[in-house]
């Protein structure tokens, strides 16, 4: 595992990689950074080409021409671009949180190219919008205390109040939050993405909750049982509509199955992309 | 804790920062960041307003006017402009490695206001040429196998050379390293001021034949086990220091502030309160822990 900086289209970018072959691209949430992935990069680097990047005005990657608006169209802009810049052609795709959101609409804007889907405990992109709503605002206010006074015990408490045990809580992410939190811009970068995410008109060309039927790659999708940012009747429903699909949830997991359970994602990832079965997974969750 | 940046002295600067009353300024080695106090901060913040820069040309601080040479001095003003810049009139001054060295310069360069000094596993601050070529050339060559290709192995087993206990390595610590180390001109001037500190022309620099000037109340915090100082010269450094006092850690290598944060955090707040601390040298420990240390 490395940490590799680049420039795309004039944006300063940082993303962390591991491993060769298929490639994998994992998209972090909003007011994380690539450092959510740090319990998988490694492991699934054993396999597969791992590409963790910072989205853009998030982590070590600048905000770029991004200044008010919709995030969706430039976030996932940059991403293609770094994509295209790695020579990367066919990859599967895989996002926590928005960056779920992100990763399906990189597949509708791809839909050549993305072969796989892997959907992590978003609200984003399976919500009805009054539920969005209410879930967006409870994690501007969890985020914004951190945003703007990052110390290091409040950026530790608000990740604890979205993981199911406190303990589990890489504290690695929290020493990185200290710095990237304070880069200049950062903070009313998160205000713009916020603002522009909770703009509701604004952002329903960008919806994708109506549109899952419309994603014919097989998609894994992974959901903390214990999540206050994600409903798992939402998943279910999800799942449904998807032609293609796996559901499995995580028990005693709120919203980062990938750092709360990770050798189990790691396992299940690695099935789902092996194209082994899930029929196991799949009933340990029902059960 | 938390994080600053500021332009400080032109130089864009990191520095972490927390708590009030007696100011404390923590000055990292060679080649590590500000994160190197991530044990440290918030424990001494509870006491002291604590103040951990990156020192210039490391972590996130620019490299500024330097391009080679000694880089003793241009590190200096650079401490000295930001003890200006957070407000510390007279402060203490914590050293770990080089840091050591450049908190004794420090000292030096304004004595009414470095009022106590911790050294902290140094040798640069305390062997003879000779050994700190050898020593210096051993760190050098630690660092730039992470730098050279910084992966989170390579740095792990980079900082595995130099603690006692690999268990005791921060992860954050080595995530951390992975991103400094990945930003473009970081190897270069590493071995730029990696070079500079070997340079003839940093003789003038040197503390070891100075000790005597130190005026102010000293902690000497030695690592046992540390590849990278030889024990028996701390100890002749703290006897011609007038105010010392010198503990040595066992089981401890380069950083007894990480390995052994809880007993550092104690010590370091005894001394600053002005509390008495048991000393290496009394009841002849000093040479039992020179031969422990000799033996390694």
């Known amino acids: 595992m490395r940490a590799k900086f680049t420039t795309v289209n004039g944006v300063r970018t940082r993303y962390h990689t591991a491993g060769s072959g298929y490639p994998l691209v994992l998209v972090h949430g909003v007011g994380i950074s690539s450092e959510s992935w740090l319990r998988n990069i490694d492991e699934l680097g054993q396999d597969f080409w791992v590409i963790a990047p910072d989205c853009l005005g998030q982590g070590f990657t600048e905000s770029g021409h991004y200044t008010s608006g919709p995030p969706q169209p430039p976030t996932v802009d940059h991403l293609i671009a770094l994509l295209d810049q790695l020579g990367v052609d066919k990859f599967a795709i895989g996002g926590s949180s928005f960056g779920a959101m992100i990763s399906i609409l990189t597949y509708f804007k791809l839909p050549q190219r993305v072969e796989k889907l892997i959907l992590v405990s978003s609200g984003s992109s399976t919500l009805a919008e009054a539920e969005l709503e209410k879930t967006l605002k409870e994690s501007y206010a969890n985020g914004a205390k951190a945003y703007h ?16 045990n406190p303990d589990d809580v890489p504290r690695e992410v929290i020493l990185m939050q200290l710095t990237t939190y304070r880069l200049p811009g950062v903070l009313e970068a998160y205000e713009t993405r916020m603002k522009g995410l909770m703009d509701f008109d604004a952002v329903r060309p960008y919806r994708t909750a109506e549109r899952l039927h419309e994603i014919k790659v097989p998609t894994l999708l992974m959901w903390g049982l214990n999540d206050p940012r994600v409903i798992f009747a939402r998943a279910e429903e999800a799942a449904r509509k998807i032609e293609r699909s796996t559901l499995v949830s995580f028990d005693k997991c709120k919203h980062f199955p990938h750092m709360e359970h990770p050798a189990r994602f790691n396992r299940v990832v690695r099935k789902f992309l092996k194209d082994e079965s899930l029929a196991d997974e799949a009933r340990r969750a029902a059960e | 804790m938390r994080v600053q940046f500021a332009e400080i002295g032109g130089i864009p600067t990191r520095y972490y920062y927390e708590g009030s009353g007696a100011p404390l300024m923590l000055v990292h080695g060679a080649g590590v960041s500000g994160d190197s106090w991530l044990r440290n901060v918030d ?7 604590v103040v951990a820069p990156d020192t210039m040309g490391h972590g996130f601080t620019g490299t500024g006017a330097y391009t080679g040479g000694p880089p003793h001095p241009y590190m200096v003003d650079h401490l000295i ?24 310069l420090t000292h030096f360069k304004i004595k009414d206001r470095v009022e106590k000094l911790i050294l902290i596993s140094s040798g640069s601050s305390t062997l003879s040429e000779e050994e700190h070529l050898k020593s210096v050339q051993n760190a050098y060559k630690n660092g730039m196998s992470a730098m050279t290709d910084p992966t989170l192995e390579n740095c792990r087993a980079r900082l595995g050379r130099i603690f006692y206990d690999p268990e005791k390595i921060p992860e954050e610590l080595l995530w951390m390293q992975v991103t400094l180390y990945a930003r473009p001109g970081v190897k270069d001037n590493y071995e730029r001021r990696m070079k500079g500190m070997m340079d003839p022309a940093a003789r003038q620099y040197r503390v070891a034949e ?57 010590i370091a707040r005894k001394f600053l309160k002005g509390e008495r601390i048991k000393d290496d040298r009394e009841a002849g420990q000093g040479a039992e822990f020179g031969a422990l240390a000799a033996a390694e």
């Not at chain 2, 024990?231 to 502030?257: K, M, Q, W």
């Open chain 1, 149 to 164: 006074n990052p110390t290091y015990d409040v950026c530790l408490k608000r990740l604890q109040n979205v993981f199911y």
């Open chain 2, 210 to 266: 100075r000790m005597r000037e130190i005026s102010v109340p000293t902690l000497l915090v030695w690592g046992l086990n540390d590849p990278r100082v030889i024990y028996s010269r701390a100890v002749e450094a703290a006897d011609r220091i007038e105010r010392s006092t010198l503990v040595g850690f066992p089981e401890c290598g380069h950083e007894p502030h990480i390995e052994h944060w809880e007993r550092f955090n104690a």
């Open chain 2, 81 to 104: 402009a930001l003890a200006d810049y957070v407000g510390f009139k007279k402060f203490a001054m914590a050293g770990s490695s080089f840091g050591a060295m450049l908190s004794i």
């Open chain 2, 43 to 49: 424990a001494l913040a509870q006491n002291f307003h």
